[in-house]
């Protein structure tokens, strides 16, 4: 049974950072592409990033290009997105997802955590 669990949401002002972790289990990490997405209040899930089984392919929507950086550690099972120079359009709930290729479709990702919440206020 796949499962992701994500870490590390939190209230932060804007300008701060965040690290979000995701760990999994109940498939081989070390071979899956794996995504970040978020879905803001009353919008549409989007995506934020994504990384293929070796880093080879790294994606990132524009909005957060040069302020979130994407990681993986596959000894540990575990995705990371590093977040900084946060602002208020980054508030929403950011998803762990993996599939099996790294792209920034939603519908090439098939499993899904349940969510660390991110906020972000003055």
């Known amino acids: 049974q796949v499962r992701l669990i994500e870490s590390g949401g939190g209230s932060v002002q804007p300008g701060g950072s965040l690290r979000l972790s995701c760990v999994a289990s109940g498939f081989h990490f070390g071979s899956a592409a794996m995504g970040w997405f978020r879905q803001a209040p009353g919008k549409e899930r989007e995506f934020v990033a994504s990384m293929s089984w070796g880093g080879g392919t790294i994606n990132y929507d524009d909005s957060v290009k040069g302020r979130f950086t994407i990681s993986r550690d596959n000894t540990k099972n575990t995705l990371t997105l590093q977040m900084s120079g946060l602002k208020l359009g980054d508030t929403a709930v950011y998803y762990c997802?993996?599939?099996?290729?790294?792209?920034?479709?939603?519908?090439?990702?098939?499993?899904w955590g349940q969510g660390t919440r991110v906020t972000v206020s003055s």
């Open positions: 997802a993996t599939g099996k290729l790294a792209t920034k479709r939603l519908l090439d990702f098939e499993s």
